[in-house]
Nanobody
Framework: VQLQASGGGLVQAGGSLRLSCAASGSIFAINAMAWFRQAPGKGRAFVAA????????DYTDSVKGRFTISRDNRQNMVYLQMNSLKPEDTAVYYCAARTSPVNYDYWGQGTLVTVSS
């Protein structure tokens, strides 16, 4: 599985961005996709996930009500719509795919989101 993330950039607080993740390769093996982020000086943290068979979604508490994860099965794309952005959302955002029962085992290259105050 190969993942290509895009859509990062510089935005003012309160603004919006949409991240995209294109999946290719053995996409039939994917059972979930997610977005993680890594803020400066911190570890990588879970942001949101979408589960292939059910379409259910999960979010970390800090983004609930502001971020929406979605997918386009025909285009093999996953999106993260980010609204009401805050400076603390500044991070490198990574998309990830899961083919195993628990761990995300494929990662994209990351896209930088910078939110200015």
């Amino acid at each position: 599985v190969q993942l290509q993330a895009s859509g990062g950039g510089l935005v003012q607080a309160g603004g919006s961005l949409r991240l995209s993740c294109a999946a290719s390769g053995s996409i039939f093996a994917i059972n979930a996709m997610a977005w993680f982020r890594q803020a400066p000086g911190k570890g990588r943290a879970f942001v949101a996930a979408i589960y292939w068979s059910s379409g259910n979604t999960d979010y970390t508490d800090s983004v609930k009500g502001r971020f929406t994860i979605s997918r386009d099965n025909r285009q093999n794309m996953v999106y993260l719509q980010m609204n009401s952005l805050k400076p603390e959302d500044t991070a490198v955002y990574y998309c990830a795919a899961r083919t195993s029962p628990v761990n995300y085992d494929y990662w994209g290259q990351g896209t930088l989101v910078t939110v200015s105050s």
